[in-house]
């Protein structure tokens, strides 16, 4: 099963829905140019929902890191929300838990970002 | 009486498909040799990500070449070994990706990944064959998941002429 994403907006932020698999080839692929359009669009405040994401190998979690690095060189910032138990592990054993900022609640996630004017 | 092993051996076209394939044979064997859940997922993801390096950096995403996987069910262990046609490489030339100047990096945790999830990793060049990694997990290995598996207690790289 491949990757899945819908987009949606929640005021200043966009909501990544992703389900399936981010490995190497075309789930990576497809996140990267995903959040490459984000970026483009000017939208910096990025929320990726992880709960449906079945697996995730070493190269999805480096197209994590890659999209965290490129939505923060913009000035913006990039949050997790919902991670499943294995993705969680994951970033624990690789040390990225506290490079990310992780979210188990939308609605808390969303205001936890900077306001659009502020 | 000693118990006789178990094995399954496949080869497979070297393509990223395939990668699929190995993870659904390496989740049935684990479990026909008993491991729970959460070791299945463990030896699951170390055959993914040495596939993953057998096709796209050893076979350098080749499909004409093929990797060759052979699992083995001891009484206490689970052998796995995957050999691609590559020409090697060398696990210490892999930076740690723990170290605080390597976390946002973008690739280099395969390996890591590999020797977190199982008890034993080794990489033999063979000449004439290609690499061949092993990967051991222990049938009675309950301890908690091991953080910092950049050890190289286990690990071995030789040439052979």
């Known amino acids: 099963m491949s990757m899945k994403a819908t987009v949606r907006q929640i005021d200043s932020v966009t909501v990544v829905d992703l389900s399936g698999r981010i490995t190497l080839g075309e789930g990576c692929a497809q996140l990267r140019e995903l959040i490459r359009n984000e970026v483009t669009k000017g939208n910096k405040h990025v929320l990726l929902n992880l709960a449906d994401v079945t697996y995730i190998d070493s190269s999805g979690i480096g197209e994590l890191v890659s999209a965290y690095t490129a939505v923060s060189n913009q000035g913006g910032q990039l949050k997790l929300l919902n991670l499943t138990k294995k993705v969680h592990d994951l970033l624990q054993i690789t040390k990225l838990y506290t490079v990310f900022d992780v979210h188990d609640d939308e609605a808390k996630a969303v205001s936890s970002f900077p306001k659009a004017n502020a | ?161």
Do not use: C
């Open chain 2, 1 to 161: 009486m000693a118990v006789k092993p178990s094995v399954v051996e496949v080869t497979l076209e070297s393509t990223l498909t395939n990668v699929e394939v190995a993870e659904e044979i390496a989740r049935r064997v684990s479990a026909t040799a008993g491991f729970d859940e959460e070791d299945q997922h463990k030896i699951e993801m170390a055959v993914h990500e040495s596939m993953i390096n057998a096709v796209w950096h050893g076979n350098k995403n080749d499909a004409s070449k093929s990797v060759w996987l052979r699992f083995q069910i001891y009484g206490d262990k689970l052998e796995i070994r995957v050999r691609d046609q590559g020409s090697g490489f060398d696990p210490k030339s892999i930076p740690d990706p723990l170290e605080e100047a390597n976390l946002l990096n973008v690739s280099g945790r395969g390996i890591f990944l590999i020797r977190t999830f199982m008890d034993d990793f080794r990489v033999e060049y063979v000449a004439g064959l290609g690499t061949e990694v092993t990967l051991v997990k222990n049938l009675n290995y309950r301890g908690e998941t091991k953080q910092g598996g950049t050890g190289r207690e286990h690990e071995s790289h030789s040439s052979t002429n």
